[in-house]
T-cell receptor, first 116, second 113 residues
Framework: GAVVSQHPSWVICKSGTSVKIECRSL??????MFWYRQFPKQSLMLMAT?????????EQGVEKDKFLINHASLTLSTLTVTSAHPEDSSFYIC????????????FGPGTRLTVT | AQTVTQSQPEMSVQEAETVTLSCTYD???????LFWYKQPPSRQMILVIR??????QNATENRFSVNFQKAAKSFSLKISDSQLGDAAMYFC??????????FGTGTSLTVIP
């Protein structure tokens, strides 16, 4: 089956610094990648959608300058949390789909970000 | 607006028994897909089952089956012979235009030994 990896799985950073999270599709080409944020015991909240080689589309209320998304290739998307603050602490999940319409999304294992 | 509703925040089931998780959705489309995903304590999202709306036959995957009522816009998940490993959060999902998923709020399933 299709596999999506995320790195790192857990990161701790100091307030004011930036942190990058990588999402890779290991055995397929992802035409579209998605980034979600999930708070404890809550559902997944879509942050942005990215297509290879084009700018990401952000959901309403998501700060584009804080959450920088780059979909550099058909197998790699990155999320950079800039000038992180404690309120950015959360679980971030990426997913990928290989064709439209979406038959399904393949999810990465998630990254736990803690900002101190 | 297209939304997905899961009205059961928590459910419990005895091991080996059957449990049904509810999901309703709203859409104006005629052809679409619906999904159930499982999120165990590891937090890895795992596809449980997929239903194609134009197929009248309910999808089945081993112990997991759905009751798809298109007219009622209902998509419930039945888990038979529940096992301890079924304990997880279950999310119903509907893909909108652009492949973006609407997720329900989730149902936390506890399996009692």
């Amino acid at each position: 089956g299709a596999v999506v990896s995320q790195h790192p799985s857990w990161v701790i950073c100091k307030s004011g610094t930036s942190v990058k999270i990588e999402c890779r599709s290991l055995d397929f080409q992802a035409t579209t990648m998605f980034w979600y944020r999930q708070f404890p015991k809550q559902s997944l909240m879509l942050m942005a959608t990215s297509n290879e080689g084009s700018k990401a589309t952000y959901e309403q209320g998501v700060e584009k300058d804080k959450f920088l998304i780059n979909h550099a290739s058909l197998t790699l998307s990155t999320l950079t949390v800039t000038s992180a603050h404690p309120e950015d602490s959360s679980f971030y999940i990426c997913s990928a789909s290989e064709r439209e319409p979406a038959y399904e999304q393949y999810f990465g294992p998630g990254t736990r970000l803690t900002v101190t | 607006a297209q939304t997905v509703t899961q009205s059961q925040p928590e459910m419990s089931v005895q091991e080996a028994e059957t449990v049904t998780l509810s999901c309703t959705y709203d859409t104006s489309e005629s052809d679409y897909y619906l999904f159930w995903y499982k999120q165990p304590p590891s937090r890895q999202m795992i596809l449980v089952i997929r239903q194609e709306a134009y197929k009248q036959q309910n999808a089945t995957e081993n112990r997991f089956s759905v009751n798809f009522q298109k007219a009622a816009k209902s998509f419930s998940l039945k888990i038979s012979d529940s096992q301890l490993g079924d304990a997880a959060m279950y999310f119903c999902a509907y893909p909108r235009a652009g492949n973006q998923f609407y997720f329900g709020t989730g149902t936390s399933l506890t399996v009692i030994p």
